[in-house]
């Protein structure tokens, strides 16, 4: 029989390349959506005719429990948060009760309606946040620096708890950062190479940034996903770490992707106080060595080559709208 998978954000960036990879596998998808929300299905046109997409939100959990009556999946991924760090700051009740308590809806749902159903958390490298060791793995501490970290710590233990408590096959993904042309433009990584691509276009003439010198563990969306996917093929529900295992700078982002379009960062960049964060994380990088070994994931797609990707992917993008303009 045919399985079938939700998705909770398909319309995400890594819910768009986990559709691509389940569907591939031979998958029913099922994406769940936000009724009241303005929703972009740009990142899963090209698979409209090919996935279902069904109204549900994890701020209520009786639709969560008739969507998983209705629609009985095998396995649920949980992608869905409020999951952009800055705002959060702004807005830690709504990300609070999306990002963490949202999660317990949904396991809870799982545990009234069917706890054979496997499930996958997105857990996040941001619930290190003022790193206790470097580099982090499965053991390392949290020390969350923003509201959002702190609630993806709460989805985190709370889908140990279920695990331990109800026997559910729960597991999650520590993820460190994965970029991709799909990312979001309010994300420091996109908006990066968005504004080079501008620059290059004549669009534009200033990239304005906070803090160069963070540090993170930087991976391509498409190989996380496929150890999202592996992680509920195991016989037993774990906690991965997974990451490239190298880290670079905000500054090293921004000398790669202006020098793959021939220009000097310096020239361009302007350091405004406004991105800083009110609590900074300076450093992260993953140790996904048990990833390696039981997983057998490892990625594909190097740091330099990630750049390039999505700066190309944003000039194809720009100079396609330039000539639909003109």
């Known amino acids: 029989m045919q399985k ?35 929703v972009t299905f740009e990142r899963i046109a090209h ?39 800055q705002t959060s700051f702004g807005q830690p009740v709504l990300t609070g009760d999306v990002t963490a ?22 857990s996040s490298s941001e619930m290190f946040g003022k790193v206790m060791e470097v580099p982090q793995k499965e053991s390392t501490p949290f020390y969350p620096r923003s509201p959002y970290g702190v609630a993806k710590v709460y989805g985190h233990w709370i889908t140990l708890n279920y695990r331990e408590s109800y026997d559910l096959h729960a597991s999650s ?10 990312r979001g433009l309010e994300f420091v990584t996109r908006k990066i190479t968005n504004t080079v691509a501008k620059i290059k276009l004549g669009q534009a003439d200033e ?8 540090k993170r563990d930087w991976g391509f969306a498409g190989d996380y996903v496929r150890a999202m996917y592996l992680m509920l093929q195991q016989d037993e529900p774990d906690d991965f770490v997974i990451s490239t295992g190298d880290t670079h700078s905000v500054r090293e982002f921004c000398e790669v992707a202006f020098g793959h379009v021939g ?5 361009f960049v ?11 994380v300076e450093l992260l990088v993953g140790d996904a060595d048990k990833a390696h070994k039981t997983l057998g994931w490892k990625p594909e797609v190097g740091f330099q080559d ?11 993008l720009l100079s396609g709208k330039l000539r639909a303009i003109g």
């Open 270 to 280: 302007v350091i405004d106080e406004q991105f800083f964060r009110p609590a900074e």
């Open 263 to 267: 220009l000097n960062y310096e020239d």
């Open 4 to 38: 079938r998978a939700l998705i909770t954000g398909i319309t995400g960036q890594d819910g768009s390349y986990l559709a691509e990879l389940l569907l591939d596998e031979g998958y029913e998808v099922v994406g769940m959506v936000r009724r009241s929300s303005t």
């Open 207 to 214: 990239l304005r940034l906070g803090n160069l010198e963070a």
């Open 47 to 85: 698979l409209q005719d090919r996935i279902a997409t069904v109204h549900g939100d994890l701020l209520d959990q009786a639709s969560l429990i008739d969507l998983l009556r209705t629609h009985r999946p095998a396995e649920v991924y949980n992608l869905a948060a409020q999951s952009f760090v």
């Open 173 to 182: 993904g520590i993820l460190f950062n994965h970029e991709s042309p799909r």
């Open 306 to 316: 990630l750049v390039t990707m999505m700066v190309d992917a944003d000039i194809e």
């Open 101 to 122: 308590l949202g999660v317990t809806r949904i396991l809870d749902a799982i545990r009234i309606i069917d706890p054979d159903i496997r499930f996958y958390q997105a």
